[in-house]
């Protein structure tokens, strides 16, 4: 059977090249799922009624986000560089460090990837739902929302947070930083993009719950768009364009920044 394969292979009837093609935005979708699960999940288990993490609080919160992100370049990291992130993948891209063929794969699969999240999430705390009254906490477990609501400036904060996420994730992996032969890269960068999303969490969070992501709103918006999910209220649209446009041009300039900062 195994030479069978081979032979297929060979002459071209069974299309491996596609299929290796298509793994980084698999992993891309598996990472940001991932992502989503246990960034959403720590939100459902402060905010939602009768779990076991219920009125924890900011730090339990920011700290589950930042190990998720870890967890989440770690396994997928090798495979498609765990961008798991619009702003990124687009910001890579303006800088010429990422094709951009590859770009509507990967943006698609970290979108579907948040969706994904969002769902799981939904289904793990699925009894907490009905226990928990109101619609705001329901909405903030899967997308974002603004502590003050003021387009321009919840914006600015979007861009800000971004610029130091893509700025600090691309200092942390440079060649530059990197000790030879010492898998810092693979071994420890990841664990450092963890502790970079913590702080910008800590820091630059409190205005609208730092995003910073694309598809980790847009996707688990999406899902509680769609989810029968009693008394949820409404999605929030009018605002959802901010934590999709502010990480993205964020993203961008922090890029250029890196590159300004760091010429190859």
């Known amino acids: 059977m195994d030479s069978l394969c081979a032979s297929l292979i060979r002459s071209g009837w069974f299309p491996i090249s596609a299929v290796l093609t298509m793994l980084p935005s698999t992993a891309e979708f598996i990472g940001t799922a991932i992502l989503v699960t246990l960034g959403d999940g720590v939100v459902a288990n402060v905010l939602l009624n009768k779990t076991k993490g219920q009125n924890s609080g900011w730090i339990v919160i920011t700290a589950g986000w930042a190990l998720g992100v870890a967890v989440a370049v770690y396994s997928v990291f090798a495979i498609s560089g765990a961008h798991l992130n619009p702003a990124v993948t687009l910001g890579l891209a303006t800088i010429g460090q990422f094709a951009w063929k590859d770009v509507p794969g990967y943006l698609v699969a970290q979108i579907a990837g948040g969706f994904l999240g969002g769902v799981i999430v939904w289904l793990a705390y699925l009894p907490h739902w009905p226990e928990t009254v109101e619609p705001g906490h329901k909405l903030a477990v899967f997308c974002t929302g603004p502590a003050i609501r003021h ?40 664990f450092l993009v963890g502790v970079l999303v913590w702080s910008i969490g800590l820091s630059l969070g409190g205005p609208t719950g730092y995003a910073i992501n694309p598809a980790r709103d847009l996707g688990p918006r999406l899902a509680h768009c769609v989810l029968p999910i009693a008394g949820k209220g409404d999605s929030d649209w009018p605002y959802a364009w901010i934590p999709v446009l502010g990480p993205i041009l964020g993203g961008i300039v922090g890029a250029h920044i890196y590159k300004l900062l760091w010429p190859s």
């Open 151 to 190: 387009f321009g400036m919840n914006l600015l904060t979007e861009i800000i947070g971004t610029t130091v996420l893509v700025l600090g994730v691309l200092a942390i992996l440079s060649p530059q930083n990197l000790v030879s032969d010492s898998g810092f890269k693979t071994g420890f960068g990841p």
